[in-house]
């Protein structure tokens, strides 16, 4: 029996969806974004049905009742699924245009082993998140979880990619990259930014490990000398997402304690010992700050600046995947920042009309 890939499968309804789509015209641009989206929300039974196949099957352990229990209990209980998905797909079109000569099933088994990986270190960003709440609600059986997700990750890529030596420098590299992020992020929660604007590009650091993918299909297709520049852009797009991510997470963040560039302004506003507000005020005095909006208008600029530098490199390097996923997070970061303007010029007319009332009482 012939195996059938997962991912040329995606590929197939991908490629039907964007014919069925005759005017491509600007104004009708979302309309294949929007059937993609629907593709990919439709897709996360499958992926989980083959990652299950993988890790439970004639397994009845309590690592792999844990793993059947993470994957099936609720859409909720891996962060991010679907995005790991996406992120997948990304990848497997990625590494074909080298011609590795791996087979459908060893690409697939790459591709698969990302979501291995993924799943794992949010799964242990999501844990360290949990315990700095009053209530943590998350088991501590999710560490072993992670880490055994991860070993099987790395087993997969060091079957794969046959440069030992290589292979351990950059796992060290961007293993330090990640922990020692992680370890500034633990050291500044409920008190200040682990970053400010000019180190930003530190927090692309928090997704150092998914390199190592791009790093070694590099060096296997000849192209070693490439990697340095893979890991500019990759840090300069991973930090515009993360910069974006946390104006829209920050009222979540901020009931975890974790302090970031959306709400470090914020915080010192705080008098002195309020430093940490309890989870039923501090939703409601985020939202009274002034300054939201400028700041989060401030971020959306520095994310567009990250991306438009990762664009160059993508087009100086003729990665044609990489800048169509580049150019598709920009627009969105500028469709953003037209909304932010919009609303913040709202907010200083109706603070410049309550101060003229108040002045002519």
């Not at 439970?56 to 099936?72: E, Y």
């Not at 309890?278 to 959306?300: F, N």
């Amino acid at each position: 029996m012939s195996y059938t890939s997962l991912f040329a499968e995606i590929d197939q309804l991908a490629d039907e969806i964007i014919e069925q789509t005759d005017d491509l015209q600007a104004n009708r641009l979302n309309i294949p974004a929007k059937k993609m989206f629907k593709l990919f929300l439709s897709l996360k039974n499958p992926f989980k049905e083959r990652v299950l196949k993988r890790f439970t099957a004639g397994q009845s352990d309590p690592l792999a009742k844990s793993i059947r229990s993470l994957f099936t209990a609720n859409r909720k209980s891996i962060p991010y699924f679907q995005s790991m998905i996406s992120l997948s797909y990304f990848y497997w079109n990625w590494i074909q245009q080298f011609e590795l000569g791996f087979t459908e099933e060893q690409y697939d088994e790459l591709t698969l082993s990302l979501i291995y990986g993924a799943t794992a270190y949010k799964l242990l960003d999501t844990y360290m998140d949990d315990q700095s709440g009053d209530t943590p609600s998350i088991p501590p059986q999710n560490l072993y979880i992670a880490k055994y997700l991860i070993s099987c990750q790395e087993s997969v890529l060091a079957s794969h990619f046959r440069n030992p030596i290589l292979y351990m420098q950059l796992t060290d590299k961007y293993n330090r990259l990640y922990c020692n992020f992680g370890m500034q992020e633990l050291a500044c929660r409920h008190t200040k930014s682990p970053v400010d604007l000019k180190n930003a590009i530190q927090l692309g650091h928090k997704s150092a490990p998914l390199l190592l993918y791009y790093a070694l299909a590099l060096d296997a297709a000849g192209k070693a000398k490439l990697i340095p520049v893979y890991e500019e852009m990759f840090f300069l797009t991973t930090t515009a997402i993360q910069l974006d991510d946390d104006i829209h997470d920050a009222v979540d963040d901020l009931l975890h304690g974790n302090i970031t560039l959306a709400t470090d302004d914020f915080i010192r506003t705080l008098p002195p010992g309020k430093k940490s507000l309890s989870p039923d005020k501090l939703p409601e005095a985020y939202a009274e700050y002034l300054m939201v909006s400028c700041r989060d208008l401030t971020l959306l600029r520095e994310s567009q600046k990250s991306l438009e530098k990762a664009l160059k490199i993508s087009q100086n390097i003729k990665d044609s995947i990489f800048e169509l996923f580049i150019l598709s997070k920009l627009l969105g970061v500028l469709e953003k920042i037209n909304h932010k303007e919009a609303l913040y010029e709202k907010s200083e007319r109706r603070q410049s009309e309550k101060a003229h009332r108040a002045k002519n009482r």
